[in-house]
């Protein structure tokens, strides 16, 4: 979701394949129905305690991902050790690009499984018949509100957006409480914003800051917007700028998802802190799917349960602050900050910002952007 270039990596050097081609294949076997989780497909929700299935034949398992290293580095080793017998080969990119090229491939899928997707991007997919309906083991721990009701998509994780500020230059009751103090001149040019368009968390902000002026009258979130972007000192081309900018202090203020706001202040030292906005915050659930036609669904389905099982949920909790969707992990197992912090949602229809999204921000890119100073 947050990440950025058409990047291709791959992981678990000596253990996953060095280079990602994507082949030509025949039409994809689009239009299976929805069916009960198959155990065969990795049905079991354990994982450690499991021996490792290196049933099979070698397979190949085509992963598009918004996900980043620090991700890949705890899920896919422990996918190998379970199945030995499936090559994961990861492509990098944002949400947006990730629905535009499933998008464009979707007479001949090159990928399995999509990993990482906002809500709007993956209801986008779905609507457009991209993603293959699955019913995993899990499916009645993740609520109606999180996951597909045709089971096209499941959310994965929740990720809060919150008001981000440079802690070594602005204490937290100088930073702005709420999103309207965003537009207050007083912050002017003290505001450096990852570029919108390609990146999802970004797209679900902004439209966001529309939906909440009224849906109907997107005229005032408009408004709203260009304040903001009068505001803006700079908009940044990927995470990694946007970080370098705050760090150098060419801005102090920024909107970014909280997971990764405590990733990079915890993990990599960055000097960040957060404001959770007193009116609520948009939380962007940020899901999985199948890839209609995919080639492995067989392997798909085992790295979607794998990855959503309770034990690497809450690892991912602990060390990479992701709050799971699933509501049965137990709390025990959870960090002392996610039992602490209240998530008050920002009362979205998320439906409406599925369809209106790509209508707002192309408006925002043509007629707002670089043009609030003026």
């Known amino acids: 979701m947050k990440k950025t270039t058409s990047k291709l990596k791959t992981w678990m050097k000596g253990v996953f394949v060095s280079s990602l081609a994507l082949t030509v294949a025949a039409c994809g076997t689009g239009g ?3 069916k009960p989780a198959d155990n065969s497909a990795g049905g ?15 397979q190949r398992l085509v992963i598009y991902t918004g996900r980043d290293k620090n991700i890949f580095e705890i899920v896919l080793p422990k996918f190998k050790e379970k199945y ?5 080969e990861t492509l990098e990119m944002g949400a947006q690009q990730i629905l535009e090229r499933v998008r464009a491939e979707k007479a001949n899928p090159q990928a399995d499984f999509w990993w990482g997707g906002t809500q709007s991007a993956l209801a986008t997919a779905a609507n457009e018949d991209l993603l293959e ?5 899990f499916a009645d721990k993740v609520p109606d509100l999180y996951k597909d009701s045709q089971d096209r998509w499941y959310g994965e994780m929740l990720l809060p957006e919150v008001i981000m500020y440079n802690s070594q230059v602005m ?5 702005p409480q709420d999103w309207d103090e965003l537009i207050d001149p007083k912050f002017k040019d003290k505001i450096v914003i990852r ?4 990146s999802g968390t970004m797209r679900t902000i902004y439209s966001a800051m529309i939906f909440r002026q009224g849906a109907d009258t997107p005229e005032k979130g408009f408004e709203w917007l260009t304040k903001l972007d009068a505001n803006t000192k700079e908009y940044t ?4 700028n946007l970080y370098l900018k705050l760090d150098r202090q060419e801005g102090v203020i920024s909107l970014w998802n909280l997971q990764d706001v405590l990733i990079q202040s915890k993990k990599n030292n960055h000097p960040y802190d957060f404001i959770y906005p007193k009116s609520g915050a948009p939380i962007l659930v940020d899901g999985v799917a199948l890839v209609k036609g995919a080639k492995n669904l067989d392997g798909a389905k085992k790295f979607m349960e794998f990855l959503m099982s309770p034990e690497i949920a809450a690892q991912l909790a602990k060390e990479r602050f992701q709050f799971p969707s699933r509501t049965d992990i137990s709390k025990d197992q959870l960090p002392d900050f996610m039992k602490n912090l209240e998530l008050k949602p920002m009362e979205i229809d998320w ?3 599925a369809a209106k999204e790509k209508e707002w921000m192309q408006h925002w890119d043509e007629n707002i952007k670089g043009k609030g100073k003026k």
């Open 32 to 34: 299976q129905e929805a």
């Open 44 to 58: 079991q929700s354990g994982t450690a305690a499991q021996p490792a299935d290196s049933s099979g034949d070698p």
């Open 84 to 88: 030995p017998n499936i090559e994961v």
């Open 133 to 137: 309906p699955y019913k995993p083991t």
């Open 171 to 175: 204490k937290p009751e100088e930073a």
């Open 195 to 198: 570029n919108v368009l390609p």
């Open 237 to 240: 081309q990927d995470p990694t």
């Open 351 to 353: 439906a409406v910002m």
